[in-house]
T-cell receptor, first 112, second 118 residues
Framework: GQQLNQSPQSMFIQEGEDVSMNCTSS?????WLWYKQDPGEGPVLLIA?????ELTSNGRLTAQFGITRKDSFLNISASIPSDVGIYFC????????????FGSGTQLTVLP | DARVTQTPRDKVTEMGQEVTMRCQPI?????VFWYRQTMMQGLELLAY????????DSGMPKDRFSAEMPDATLATLKIQPSEPRDSAVYFC????????????????FGAGSRLTVL
C-alpha cells in the first residue's frame, strides 16, 4: 500500500530557531494534512492542504503541498518550548477509497 | 469546542480478558475511524465507518477484534480475548465526508485509550 516517508525522525533545536520537516510519497496524494501530538493526547490538526502548489500558514507554521503532489513540507519559525511534540504528516491517496495514511512522525525537542 | 470523547483513558487488564473501548464522535460527523498507535508501527488504521456502516476493517485482526456503531453517537472497539501484543494507544477519530473517496476528510481525534495487557 501507499507509504509516507517522513523526515527527520527527530530534531533537537534551540528556542528561536526555525524548523523544517517533510513527507514524501511514491504515489500521488489528493490531500496533505499536518498534525501535532502532545504527550498523552491525540493528534491535533495544524494545517490542511488540498491543491498542488498550495502554500498555507497558521501563525508561525507554514506548509506546502508539493507541485508533484508527492510531497509536502512543514516549517515552524521562531520555535518556542510549547512546539515540543510529535508532528505527523498525513495524506489521502489519489484514485483510491483508502483513508488517511500517516507518516511515522517527527519528534521535536526545543531546548531553552 | 466540539471534541471526540473516548473511554476509558487507561486500561490495564490480564491476557485473555475482554476489553471494550468506546468513542463518542463529534455531533454531525458521519465518519468514524479507529487507529492504533505503537512505537514500532506508528498510527495504523484498524476500522472505518461511514454513516454507521463499516466500510473498511482490513487493518483489524478479525479473530479477536470487532468494531461496531450501535448508533450515531457511539462507536465501540472490542478485543476478545486480549493479548499482550494488543498493548497500545487506541484512537478514535471522526470527520465529515460526502463521498467515500473524498480527499477532504479531515479528522478530529480523541485523546486515546491506553491499553496495557499483562
Amino acid at each position: 500500500g501507499q507509504q509516507l516517508n517522513q523526515s527527520p525522525q527527530s530534531m533537537f533545536i534551540q528556542e528561536g530557531e526555525d524548523v523544517s520537516m517533510n513527507c514524501t510519497s511514491s504515489s500521488i496524494f489528493n490531500t496533505w494534512l499536518w498534525y501535532k501530538q502532545d504527550p498523552g493526547e491525540g493528534p491535533v490538526l495544524l494545517i490542511a492542504l488540498y491543491k498542488a502548489g498550495e502554500l498555507t500558514s497558521n501563525g508561525r507554521l507554514t506548509a506546502q503541498f508539493g507541485i508533484t503532489r508527492k510531497d509536502s513540507f512543514l516549517n515552524i519559525s521562531a520555535s518556542i518550548p510549547s512546539d515540543v511534540g510529535i508532528y505527523f504528516c498525513a495524506g489521502h491517496p489519489s484514485g483510491s477509497a483508502r483513508q488517511l495514511t500517516f507518516g511515522s512522525g517527527t519528534q521535536l525537542t526545543v531546548l531553552p | 469546542d466540539a471534541r471526540v470523547t473516548q473511554t476509558p483513558r487507561d486500561k490495564v487488564t490480564e491476557m485473555g480478558q475482554e476489553v471494550t473501548m468506546r468513542c463518542q464522535p463529534i455531533l454531525g460527523h458521519n465518519t468514524v475511524f479507529w487507529y492504533r498507535q505503537t512505537m514500532m508501527q506508528g498510527l495504523e488504521l484498524l476500522a472505518y465507518f461511514r454513516n454507521r456502516a463499516p466500510l473498511d476493517d482490513s487493518g483489524m485482526p478479525k479473530d479477536r477484534f470487532s468494531a461496531e456503531m450501535p448508533d450515531a453517537t457511539l462507536a465501540t472497539l472490542k478485543i476478545q480475548p486480549s493479548e499482550p501484543r494488543d498493548s497500545a494507544v487506541y484512537f478514535c477519530a471522526s470527520g465529515l465526508s460526502t463521498r467515500v473517496s473524498s480527499g477532504a476528510n479531515v479528522l478530529t481525534f480523541g485523546a486515546g485509550s491506553r491499553l496495557t495487557v499483562l
